[in-house]
């Protein structure tokens, strides 16, 4: 069983799997967002307090969402490859860092954005806030320490540990509107029982959810492919494999 | 010939602190560094006694976290680059013994070192006599809670030339979470009220870094040693 295992985690197959993988995450996020994009903007009604300003939540929710899932998706992966030794899952958290950190950087912007009508403020020294500028710096941490090291197998262990680390911030992220008195709002969709929210601007918020995960899948199985490909680059099937 | 894990802890923590006496000026600068950084405020706000008096907790923390940052950088350097560090771990015992070991005998060093120095910035920053006890406490849980987070991140960086800078960016978003409590602890105690729930979580931060830092540093140091 466990020859199979590391069979699928060799470099080659999973160089031909991303590349599979990728058109179709492509096709499912377009569509996804498209339809979550076209009904959230044109289609749902106006918030009762908020008017038109909470559209946003379509690209902020998700891409706040989504910074945790690549934080966890990254810690994962490093933990994977320091326990069982499989390299590529090295290629898997060097390839999600950077785009956890850009997602990130969006759920903050577009965050301080709709901070700016609603609570008459870009930013507030909230935990919500403040501890996902922590998750940023945490992304800066992993990603500058990776590169710090002049053997790059030593730089992966080194961050794959740091980001492992790191995951105690996660749940701190995602409780701290629960745990403090927070200018954020609480959580309206993530929750037992019936969400807190209309389904005519529910639907279109789990569209964008799902479309941002396909995006993050795609852009991920693109990065890695490029990971997988530099640190494979001494082997013959990468010779072969980018023969013109 | 094996020894115990608490006697060879005992020896690498008599060891590191006689090294640090043998060298005063080590155990001495980052506690100047404070003073000169508390010295700063009043000196580039306004020296009015209620601003000082409110800014005082933050002021005090900030502080003690850059003087703790600045002398962790040497925790495991000087012995990693003279393979002290190597030949204990060859020795037999497991890595986490030595990492407890050298990380309390920096916070007996430097985070001792502050807590007896608090009162007299905490004077010059017109903090309250009656406020110095729950500064004091929460000065000693944080800076413990500090020495755990940077032997974690000081174990990370020690094979590296530049690894300060590297040493400060990971180890100062681990420890916003103490900043928050430690100070609001103080300015609780200031303003009069209970600071109990902040000194609490310090307390439940300090026992948690207490118990998996050292699993963690041992195996940052596994990765950089090799």
Known sequence: ?244 | MSIGAFPAMRLILRRELRLYFRRPDQLLQPLVFFLIVTTLFPLALSPRLSLLRDMAPGVLWVAALLSSLLSLETLFKADAEDGTLEQLALSGQSLGVIVIAKTLAHWLVSGVALVAMSPLVATALAIPTDAFPVMFASLALGTLTLSWLGAIGAGLTVGLRRGSVLLSLIVLPLAMPLLIFGASATDRAIGGESPAGALYFLGALCVFTTSLAPVAAAAALRITLE
């Open chain 1, 1 to 244: 069983m466990w020859t199979w295992f590391y069979r699928l985690a060799s470099p080659p197959h999973v160089y031909r799997t991303a590349a599979a993988l990728t058109p179709w995450f492509f096709a499912v996020a377009a569509v996804t967002i498209g339809y979550g994009l076209i009904d959230g903007l044109a289609f749902a009604p106006p918030d009762y307090q908020q008017g038109d300003a909470f559209r946003i939540i379509y690209v902020h929710a998700p891409s706040a969402w989504l910074s945790l899932f690549a934080y966890t998706t990254m810690a994962f992966a490093g933990a994977v490859a320091l326990i069982w030794r499989i390299k590529v899952g090295y290629a898997v958290a060097a390839a999600a860092a950077p785009i956890g950190a850009s997602f990130t950087l969006v759920a903050l912007v577009t965050g301080s954005l709709w901070g700016r009508p609603m609570w008459g403020t870009y930013w507030a020294w909230d935990p919500r806030l403040t501890s996902e500028l922590i998750l940023l710096f945490l992304y800066f941490g992993v990603i500058s320490l990776r590169q710090a090291f002049e053997d790059p197998a030593r730089g992966d262990r080194a961050a794959a540990l740091l980001g492992i680390v790191g995951v105690i911030n996660v749940p701190i992220v995602h409780f701290s509107v629960y745990w403090w008195n927070s200018l954020h709002q609480g959580g309206t969709v993530m929750r037992l029982g019936k969400p807190e929210m209309a389904t005519s601007m529910l639907w279109p918020l789990l569209a964008m959810l799902f479309g941002f995960m396909c995006f993050f899948g795609a852009v991920l199985c693109m990065r890695l492919r490029g990971e997988v490909l530099n640190r494979e680059r001494q082997s013959t099937w990468v010779r072969e494999a980018v023969k013109p």
